[in-house]
């Protein structure tokens, strides 16, 4: 079962304490960076910019090219 950690802020210290914390009992930390933009997000910015659907980058059997399109569709239905 997942564990989900609530912190302040996030810190090194912080992702570093929460991962000594759980590692001794043989989870894994994931590491996020803040700085990657989400699939939905990058589909959102380019429907902003004007482009075309066709401008999905992600191949049509993967996940990320539905959420792409539901970023870029989003924008379109709140836009016209």
Known sequence: MPQSE???????KSINA?????EV?????HSWAVAEQLAY???HQA???GLDSD?????GHFWKHDEWFMG???YQESNT
């Open 6 to 12: 609530l912190v302040e802020t996030v810190t090194n």
């Open 18 to 22: 929460t991962r000594s914390k759980y």
């Open 25 to 29: 009992d043989g989870w894994t930390i």
């Open 41 to 43: 997000d990058e589909g």
């Open 47 to 49: 429907a902003t910019e």
């Open 55 to 59: 401008a999905n980058p992600y191949a």
């Open 72 to 74: 870029w569709r989003s």
